[in-house]
C-alpha cells in the first residue's frame, strides 16, 4: 500500500465530513461543489483500489486476498451510495448518512493497512 496516498485519502475524507457537518447543521442538501469534491475523494479511492490490487497481484505479500479486496471495494463503494442517499433524501438525515460515510472511508484505509502490514 502506498502510505501517503493512504494518509491523503484519510485527511481528506475527514476534512470533506466536518464540512458535511455543517452542511447538516445548517439544514443544506449537498450541492455540485460538495458532489465535486466526494468525486475527488472517489477518484483517489479508485487508484488505492487499482495500486492495491496491483500490489496484491506483484508482490509476494502473504496476506488474505479475499479480505484485502473485499476492504478495497467496500471503501471504493461507501461514498457513491451515501452520496445517491445524501442527494435522494431531501431532509438532514440524508445529508447526515454522507457524514457518516465519510467517517467510515478512514477506517477502511486504516483497516486496509492494517491487513497489508501484517501480511509483510
Not at 2 to 24: C, D, M
Not at 41 to 63: K, M, N, P, T, Y
Not at 92 to 120: C, F, H, K, M, N
Amino acid at each position: 500500500m502506498l502510505e501517503p496516498l493512504s494518509i491523503t485519502l484519510t485527511i481528506a475524507a475527514l476534512a470533506l465530513a466536518a464540512v458535511v457537518v455543517g452542511y447538516v447543521v445548517i439544514d443544506r442538501r449537498p450541492d455540485r461543489t460538495l458532489l465535486a469534491a466526494l468525486t475527488l475523494l472517489e477518484a483517489g479511492l479508485v487508484a488505492q483500489c487499482g495500486i492495491g490490487i496491483w500490489q496484491l497481484v506483484g508482490d509476494s505479500v502473504e496476506v488474505s486476498a479475499v479480505t484485502f479486496v473485499g476492504y478495497l471495494i467496500g471503501a471504493l463503494v461507501v461514498v457513491p451510495l451515501t452520496a445517491v442517499w445524501a442527494v435522494g433524501e431531501p431532509t438532514r438525515s440524508g445529508t447526515a448518512v454522507l457524514v457518516v460515510g465519510l467517517l467510515v472511508v478512514p477506517v477502511l484505509v486504516l483497516r486496509l493497512e492494517q491487513i497489508w502490514d501484517a501480511g509483510g
